[in-house]
């Protein structure tokens, strides 16, 4: 008997029942257009029963391992969750100064200098027959703020990757540049001028002194 034939009468899936067929042991033969044909001398409505148990049985693993994948990504999810909100926590209780110490904690730990930068840009304002120079002054002051405070963000990263709650001794290093190259028509292009801000510091390990028992 034909398997698309099984199939039909059965109502189940030729081509998995088809493939289940070649390995359960049953005697069949391959048909002359790669089909498959069952010995009729078989008990065709036993060999679907178990070929219907088989499929249960590989359907119920199938949603098992699907499971198990899901609580996988989700346990990964929650752990990166997680270290995420503890890093955030970790870089927004972390003490920093331009000292070398803070009251009330001892330095357990020095692991040395690190520094955090940040740069902008600001056009010069010129282009234009009716244009008029940029107020640098006043565009720098905007962003001065902003980029300290980027510079500042980036020590902190670089004091928590070695492993840091503090960092002692900062201070900050400007920079400013005012590029310029040739123009297509050989003259001189100028380009926007640069401001950079380093924040510098030396990362440690602070511990809350005990109390002094009286």
Not at 143 to 166: D, P, T
Not at 171 to 190: M, Q, R
Request: aromatic residues 8%; contains cysteine; hydrophobic residues 40%.
């Amino acid at each position: 008997m034909k398997v698309k034939d099984i199939g039909k009468q059965y109502k189940i899936d030729t081509d998995a029942f088809g493939a289940w067929i070649k390995s359960s042991g049953y005697t069949y033969k391959s048909g002359a257009l790669g089909g498959v044909d069952v010995d009729d001398s078989q008990d065709i409505a036993a060999i679907v029963g178990e070929f219907n148990v088989f499929q249960a049985e590989t359907n119920a693993r199938n949603l098992e391992n699907q499971r198990q994948e899901a609580d996988r990504i989700a346990k990964e999810k929650a752990a990166a969750d997680l270290a995420v909100e503890q890093k955030k926590q970790a870089l927004a209780s972390m003490l920093i100064t331009s000292g070398f110490g803070f009251d009330g904690h001892t330095i357990t730990k020095y692991s040395g200098y690190i520094s955090g930068d940040d740069v902008v840009q600001i056009a010069r304002g010129r282009e234009g027959l009716f244009s008029s120079a940029t107020d640098v002054g006043s565009s720098l002051m905007n962003s001065l703020v902003h980029i300290r405070r980027n510079a500042l963000a980036e020590l902190k990263e670089a004091a928590w990757a070695l492993g840091c709650n503090a960092i002692i001794g900062v201070d900050f290093d400007y920079l400013t540049l005012d590029p310029e190259t040739v123009s297509s028509g050989g003259g001189t292009l100028y380009l926007p001028y640069v401001f950079g801000v380093t924040a510098n510091g030396n990362a440690v390990v602070i511990e809350q002194n005990k109390p002094t028992a009286l």
